[in-house]
Antibody
Framework: QVQLVESGGGVVQPGRSLRLSCAASGFSLSVSEIHWVRQSADKGMEWVTFLSYDGQTKDYAESVKGRFTISRDSFKNTVYLQISGLRAEDTGVYYC???????????WGRGTRVTVSS | SYVLSQPPSVSVAPGETATITCGGDDIGSYDVHWYQQSPGQAPVLVLFSNAVRPSGIPERFSGSRSWNTATLTISSAEAGDEADYYCQVWDRHSDHRAFGGGTKLTVL
């Protein structure tokens, strides 16, 4: 069964760090471009970052550049999102998704919730 | 960044046709994708490249595009179509993905 499962979310104080995971099953992340998208009540759906299938290319939304880092462990078939310097505006549900036909995000995980609060 | 505008809500009677719009500057030159999100669930791709249905998406879902508006049309609306719908494009200027604010579809 093809699926993505996010984990690692939680309640974190401002300024702290967190690492989110996106584990794939039923297919290899090494042949997939992976994106992270977050969703919050005030900002809606927001694209965050992506990692190319070969792991060589990545990019970030301006709002997270310098604080978020995307990486991959091919042996674990897992993509990570390292978040540092958490801010209240980083609160939301974080989804990972694969890029499919037409450059649309065709497979999504169920998300992991991050709450930044003191 | 590229801005996509969607109406916050649309209502439709069961069996009727729902139309959800997505406005953007020169959107007619972009490939538009549409996602359906039910409460508490992950988004599901319902149309890609303006009008192509992924496997498993009913023919009732269709899409179109003009120079400044993309449209998702759901014919013979059912209670199970109640969800939030988001349009999305790849912004070629920023090389980033952009999402619309979402439209809540109510079938009543």
């Amino acid at each position: 069964q093809v699926q993505l499962v996010e984990s690692g979310g939680g309640v974190v104080q401002p300024g702290r760090s967190l690492r989110l995971s996106c584990a794939a099953s039923g297919f290899s992340l090494s042949v997939s471009e992976i994106h992270w998208v977050r969703q919050s009540a005030d900002k809606g759906m927001e694209w965050v970052t992506f990692l190319s299938y070969d792991g060589q290319t990545k990019d970030y939304a301006e709002s997270v550049k310098g604080r978020f880092t995307i990486s991959r462990d091919s042996f674990k078939n897992t993509v990570y999102l390292q978040i540092s310097g958490l801010r209240a505006e980083d609160t939301g549900v974080y989804y990972c998704a694969t890029l499919g036909d037409g450059d649309a995000l065709d497979k999504w995980g169920r998300g992991t919730r991050v709450t930044v609060s003191s | 960044s590229y801005v996509l505008s969607q109406p916050p809500s649309v209502s439709v009677a069961p069996g009727e046709t729902a139309t959800i719009t997505c406005g953007g500057d020169d959107i007619g030159s972009y490939d538009v994708h549409w996602y359906q999100q039910s409460p508490g669930q992950a988004p599901v791709l319902v149309l890609f490249s303006n009008a192509v249905r992924p496997s498993g998406i009913p023919e009732r879902f269709s899409g179109s595009r003009s120079w400044n508006t993309a449209t998702l049309t759901i014919s013979s609306a059912e209670a199970g179509d109640e969800a939030d719908y988001y349009c999305q494009v790849w912004d070629r200027h920023s090389d980033h993905r952009a999402f619309g604010g979402g439209t809540k579809l109510t079938v009543l």
